[in-house]
Nanobody, 125 residues
Framework: QVQLVESGGGLVQAGGSLRLSCAASGRTFSRYAMGWFRQAPGKERELVATISWNGGRSYYVDSVKGRFSISRDNAKNTVYLQMNSLKPEDTAVYSC??????????????????WGQGTQVTVSS
């Protein structure tokens, strides 16, 4: 069973940066796409970014394009989310998730599962 552990969240001023990490257990990490999601209080969970199994393809929701960057290191079983030019509206619990089908690259939330516990990101104005 896959276990995902996020880290790197915190409190930052608007315009600042944070780098989130998601460490995965198991030997099959490199076979699956990975995604970052976020959920703000009172709002539905939102897909933020995804990356293909080999890092060759990525997807970003419009609201973070040009500010966030997703990457992965398959040797370390880790996926990252570099967040720059943060805004108060980026405040949320950020979670990573693994793709459900090996080799597939999806941009829909339904294609991801095996959630981590999340890490809080708070951006002050």
């Amino acid at each position: 069973q896959v276990q995902l552990v996020e880290s790197g969240g915190g409190l930052v001023q608007a315009g600042g940066s944070l780098r989130l990490s998601c460490a995965a257990s198991g030997r099959t990490f490199s076979r699956y796409a990975m995604g970052w999601f976020r959920q703000a209080p009172g709002k539905e969970r939102e897909l933020v970014a995804t990356i293909s199994w080999n890092g060759g393809r990525s997807y970003y929701v419009d609201s973070v394009k040009g500010r966030f960057s997703i990457s992965r290191d398959n040797a370390k079983n880790t996926v990252y989310l570099q967040m720059n030019s943060l805004k108060p509206e980026d405040t949320a619990v950020y979670s990573c998730a693994r793709g459900l089908i090996p080799g597939a690259f999806g941009v829909e939330a339904a294609g991801y599962g095996y959630w981590g516990q999340g890490t809080q990101v708070t951006v002050s104005s």
